[in-house]
């Protein structure tokens, strides 16, 4: 079994090796959708997806420790899911977009696909002392530098002779629900978006041009007892802003489904429909 595992990804990196980047909060991260419950004759029963991989870490309260022991992992369910339960947990079977999103991209075009991914529930764009994304965030929880620093860049430097052909596909965004809480929050969201897109395109630096695509999911209209939670027009609008910067493509949620007694995070039916809409964009621009 071993042989054969690294055999196949020893031809996986003989293909070009594709990077997207997932930041965002719980939808993001996979609250709530497990495996088990996946319904989709288009995804695998075992939830083995050849050719794609994912660079993930753990959340620990209080603080993120970006020197943990990690490396470039084949994807399968589990490491969506920014609990304290170790991956080899066959319990945490939870997972996000990025099942669908992978296994569709490399059924496109044949690429191997790496997401760099982290998503921590309740993080936002605006500065505070909760994590957030902002870039002038608070150094003991400050996501964006956490996620360059300790995950993009070691992603990179996992792959440094074990792929010919490294390229950057783009970045998606998941990031907003917890900035409409209030109206000054949301409205000041495009700003902050920018500067983080900016910092990142920064710090990425691809072979293929400064503008790295980049994919804003927009905030669906979330509520809770049939009531709407937050400035969601305030924040929708902010973020239809984004769509003025080159590169970026603000998208809606595609008649998003949410679990029946949480109309806050997505279904696993949600998250698969949401991976193959972002498939659908990276196939585009790379």
């Known amino acids: 079994h071993h042989d054969r595992a690294r055999l196949q990804a020893e031809s996986d990196f003989a293909r070009p090796v594709v990077l997207f980047g997932l930041i965002g909060q719980s939808n ?4 709530n959708c497990r495996y088990r419950d996946v319904d989709d004759p288009g995804m695998p029963a075992s939830g083995e997806f050849p050719g794609c991989y994912i660079f993930d870490k753990v959340a620990r309260k209080g ?3 970006v020197n943990l022991p990690s490396e470039v992992r084949a994807l ?4 969506a899911n920014g609990a304290l339960k170790p991956w080899s947990d066959p319990s945490n079977d939870f997972f996000g977009p990025e099942l669908s999103f992978c296994l569709d ?3 496109k075009t044949g690429h191997t696909v790496i997401v760099v991914k982290l998503a921590i529930g309740g993080s936002r764009v605006g500065n505070g002392e909760y994590f957030n994304w902002n870039v002038d965030g608070h150094e003991k929880y400050s996501l964006l530098d956490a996620y360059l620093r300790g995950y993009w860049g070691p992603t990179l430097k996992w792959l440094d002779g074990r792929a010919k052909d490294v390229r950057v596909g783009g970045m998606i965004s998941m990031v907003g629900a917890s900035d409409a809480r209030t109206k000054s929050d949301a409205e000041a969201y ?3 978006m920018a500067d983080i897109i900016r910092v990142t395109r920064e710090f990425v630096r691809p072979k293929n041009g400064p503008n790295v695509p980049w994919l804003v999911i927009k905030t669906p209209r979330i509520t809770r007892d049939g009531i709407p939670i937050g400035f969601l027009d305030e924040i929708r609008k902010s973020q ?8 970026v493509k603000v998208q809606d949620l595609d008649l998003p489904s949410f679990h029946p007694n949480d109309k806050i995070h997505l279904n696993p039916k949600g ?5 193959r809409q972002i498939a659908t964009w990276a196939s585009q621009v790379v």
């Open 28 to 31: 993001a991260d996979g609250v």
């Open 63 to 65: 603080r993120l420790d």
């Open 76 to 79: 399968t369910p589990g490491y």
């Open 105 to 107: 991209y490399q059924r």
């Open 190 to 192: 495009a700003g902050h």
């Open 240 to 247: 239809d802003r984004m769509d003025a910067l080159p590169g």
């Open 271 to 275: 998250e698969i429909a949401l991976g």
